[in-house]
C-alpha cells in the first residue's frame, strides 16, 4: 500500500516532488483546507475510510496517515 | 426512529423565483485574488449566484414564487388550507412571515401559515410536514415555502463560506391524489454538532453587541464578524460523506425500493465536490444527479425544490420516483422517496 499511497497522495497534493513518509505534510506549501477535503475524499474512497478530524489533528507526517489507514482498514 | 410513510398525497405545483442580479464568483468578489477565487470556486464548482437586492427579503422572491401559482388558474386560493415558510431569514423576528405571508397572498383567514426555522434539510421536513397536513380529511391544498436570502448571511470576506451562497425562493402545492403510491420519509439530527454551522450573536443568547459587528480575522485569513454564519466547513464535510450515505440507504430500504428504481436523486446542492462525492461514494448514474448549483450556489432549503424547478421541468410529465436528501445546518439530516406525477411547474422566474 505505502509506495502506491505515496504516488497518489503526490498527484493528489499537486507535488513537484515525490512525497516521503517523514514529511510533515502540514508543512507543504500547497496544503491548506481545500487539500485537506481531498485528502479525507480520496481516503474515503480508495480505503473505505472516513479520517475523523479528532484523529487526524493528531497527525503531522505521511507516515501518521498511512499508519492509520493500516491500523483501520 | 423519525420515519414517516404516505400513500395518495404529492407536489401538484412547483414555481421558483430567483434575483435577477448575477453574481459571477470569479471576478466579482473584491476581497480575493482571481488566483484565490479560482482555486476556491473551482472546488465549489459554484460558478454563479444570484443575490438579493439589500431591500428584497426572501418572503418578496417566495411572493413571487406563490403568486405564478395562483396566476396560473391552476389553484384556488381558497382552497389553500395551510401555508408551512421554511426559512432562516425571515422578515422580523416576530411574527412568522408565514402569517404576513398570507395576507399578503390574500389566503382565506381560515388557513393554517407558521414558519419553520431550518437550512439545508428544510425542504424535506416542510415537504414531510406538507404530506402529513395534507392526509388530513378536511385539508385541501397546502403551500410549502421555502425561502432564503442566504447572501446576506454569510461575509464575503470568509474563505469557507464567501463563495457559495445564493438568494432563491420556491413555491410547491401539496395535495391529495389517488393516483400516487406511497411516499417515505426518514428524519435524523445531531445537535451535539450544532456549532459547526452558526451565526453565533443576535439571538438571546448572544445579544448584539458593538463588538459583534466587527469582521474578525480567522485561522485561514479570511474574515466574519459574530453577526454573520460561519461554516466549519471539514467538520461539515466529515458529517456529510459518513452520514447521508446511510441515510439514503436506509430510506430506500424503507421504501422497499433500490437506487435502480429511482429516476433522479435530487440532493441539496452544498458544493460540487462534496455533491460529487456523494455519487461515487453512493455508485450512482451521474446523469440521474440534476445540478443547478453552478448557476445559483447553495441556496439552503431551496436547493433541492429550485433544482427540481429549473432542471426537472420538463421531465416529470411521467410517475418518476426521485430520491430527495437534505442535510446541513443543525446539524440536520432528511431523505425521501417520493413519486412525483405530472405536477403543473411554471417557469423558473426572475425578479
Known amino acids: ?73 | 426512529m423519525a420515519v414517516f410513510k404516505y400513500r395518495g398525497i404529492g407536489i401538484s405545483g412547483m414555481a421558483g423565483a430567483v434575483p435577477k442580479e448575477v453574481y459571477n464568483n470569479y471576478t466579482d468578489n473584491p476581497n480575493f485574488s482571481l488566483e484565490d477565487a479560482k482555486a476556491i470556486v473551482d472546488k465549489t464548482g459554484i460558478f454563479e449566484r444570484r443575490i438579493a437586492r439589500p431591500e428584497t427579503c426572501a418572503s418578496d422572491l417566495a411572493y413571487a414564487a406563490a403568486t405564478q401559482l395562483f396566476s396560473s388558474g391552476k389553484f384556488e386560493k381558497e382552497h389553500t388550507d395551510a401555508l408551512i415558510f421554511v426559512s432562516q431569514t425571515p422578515d422580523y423576528r416576530m411574527p412568522a412571515t408565514g402569517i404576513l405571508m398570507q395576507a399578503r397572498l390574500n389566503l382565506p383567514k381560515s388557513c393554517a401559515a407558521f414558519d419553520v426555522n431550518l437550512g439545508c434539510s428544510g425542504f424535506v421536513y416542510g415537504l414531510n410536514l406538507a404530506y402529513s397536513l395534507a392526509s388530513q380529511e378536511g385539508i385541501r391544498n397546502v403551500m410549502l415555502i421555502n425561502a432564503e436570502t442566504r447572501s446576506k448571511v454569510y461575509s464575503f470576506k470568509d474563505r469557507q463560506t464567501g463563495f457559495l451562497f445564493g438568494d432563491a425562493a420556491t413555491a410547491f402545492i401539496i395535495s391529495k391524489n389517488s393516483s400516487l403510491g406511497s411516499s417515505v420519509f426518514k428524519l435524523d439530527s445531531d445537535g451535539e454538532k450544532g456549532n459547526y454551522i452558526m451565526a453565533k450573536s443576535g439571538g438571546y443568547r448572544n445579544p448584539s453587541t458593538q463588538d459583534s459587528f466587527i469582521e474578525k480575522q480567522q485561522p485561514d485569513g479570511g474574515f466574519h464578524s459574530d453577526e454573520q454564519g460561519y461554516m466549519d466547513g471539514a467538520g461539515v464535510f466529515e458529517f456529510v460523506i459518513t452520514q447521508v450515505p446511510r441515510s439514503i440507504k436506509d430510506t430506500l430500504a424503507l421504501a422497499e425500493t433500490e437506487r435502480e428504481k429511482i429516476d433522479y436523486f435530487v440532493f441539496h446542492q452544498a458544493n460540487r465536490f462534496m455533491n460529487d462525492h456523494l455519487i461515487r461514494k453512493l455508485k450512482l448514474e451521474p446523469e440521474k444527479v440534476p445540478y443547478c448549483l453552478h448557476r445559483f450556489g447553495n441556496t439552503s432549503s431551496v436547493s433541492i425544490p429550485l433544482t427540481m424547478v429549473s432542471e426537472l421541468s420538463d421531465k416529470l410529465n411521467q410517475t418518476k420516483n426521485l430520491l430527495i436528501s437534505g442535510f446541513g445546518v443543525g446539524l440536520s439530516l432528511g431523505s425521501a422517496v417520493i413519486p412525483v406525477h405530472s405536477p403543473e411547474v411554471l417557469p423558473l422566474i426572475e425578479i
Open chain 1, 1 to 73: 500500500m505505502d509506495s502506491k499511497f505515496l504516488d497518489q497522495l503526490t498527484e493528489l497534493l499537486e507535488m513537484e516532488t515525490p512525497v516521503k513518509p517523514a514529511d510533515k505534510f502540514r508543512d507543504y506549501e500547497n496544503w491548506d483546507s481545500l487539500a485537506y477535503l481531498s485528502l479525507i475524499s480520496f481516503v474515503d474512497e480508495e480505503y473505505g475510510i472516513v479520517i475523523p478530524r479528532d484523529d487526524f489533528g493528531k497527525m503531522n507526517t505521511v507516515q501518521d496517515i498511512i499508519d492509520f489507514i493500516k491500523n483501520n482498514s
